[in-house]
């Protein structure tokens, strides 16, 4: 069965600080993954997305995330936080076909002045 | 310009009422999806859409029904709403580019069931 697990429902930084937002997938084959970020009162927007061509994925805004498969892991990271940073963020394993996506519960970031 | 786009963006209604939530995407894609956003933030997929064959989550009630007049648009229609209907509905398209799938969602439909 496939499952995505967001390790942390929130996470709380500062300006100008690093951001780790942990993501651990479960697979019988290698998914697609990516990060969704979703600011307050807004859709989904893509953030980043894993193809088999790099493990280190750059995204928008700064944000990278990287694929290990002997973790199962796909972590967003970003070197310093932004307060425009601030939303809530998804982990998500796809399959060809949408019943095959699956969202991870999200975590929210907090950033602080 | 908008890849996605949902109207209303917001829908207040009384319990029993049938409303609709439209959804076009002008990307030329050929999937679309309409998604349920539970008040914990939690997405769960309801349909999907792709060349005229409807795949249907079996734990959505039947009071929701999807239609599709073309390949750019999926409509949500809710039949005799219900207080637990309340949520953030959000629809998506997607294209397939060798073995991966990309979703692009629209900015959602609050639907609030008094």
């Known amino acids: 069965a496939q499952s995505v697990t967001q390790l942390d429902s929130h996470v709380s930084v500062s300006e100008g600080t690093p951001v780790l937002l942990r993501c651990n997938y479960s697979?019988?084959?290698?998914?697609?993954l990516f990060w969704y970020v979703q600011h307050p009162n807004k859709g989904l927007q893509l953030l980043l997305k894993?193809?088999?061509?790099?493990?280190l994925v750059k995204g928008i805004n700064g944000f990278e995330a990287e694929f290990k498969k002997s973790e199962t892991s796909f972590h967003l990271t970003k070197p310093s936080a932004h307060m425009s940073d601030a939303a809530e963020y998804f982990c998500?394993?796809?399959?060809?076909?949408?019943?095959?996506?699956?969202f991870g519960a999200g975590t929210r970031l907090f950033v602080k002045a | 310009d908008t890849a996605v786009s949902q109207t209303p963006k917001y829908l207040v209604t009384q319990m029993g009422n049938d409303k609709s939530i439209k959804c076009e995407q002008n990307?030329?894609?050929?999937?679309m999806y309409w998604y349920k956003q539970d008040s914990k933030k939690f997405l769960k997929i309801m349909f999907s859409?792709?060349?005229?064959?409807?795949?249907i989550n079996e734990t959505v009630p039947n009071r929701f029904s999807p239609k599709s007049p073309d390949k750019a648009h999926l409509n949500l229609h809710i039949n005799s709403l219900e207080l637990g209907d309340s949520a953030v509905y959000f629809c998506?398209?997607?294209?397939?580019?060798?073995?991966?799938?990309?979703?692009?969602f629209g900015p959602g439909t609050r639907l609030l069931v008094l």
């Open positions: 990307l030329g894609h050929d999937t």
């Open positions: 697979s019988s084959y290698s998914p697609s």
């Open positions: 998500v394993a796809s399959h060809t076909g949408g019943f095959k996506t699956i």
């Open positions: 998506a398209s997607s294209h397939v580019a060798g073995a991966q799938e990309t979703q692009y």
């Open positions: 894993y193809t088999s061509a790099a493990t």
């Open positions: 859409y792709n060349n005229k064959e409807l795949i």
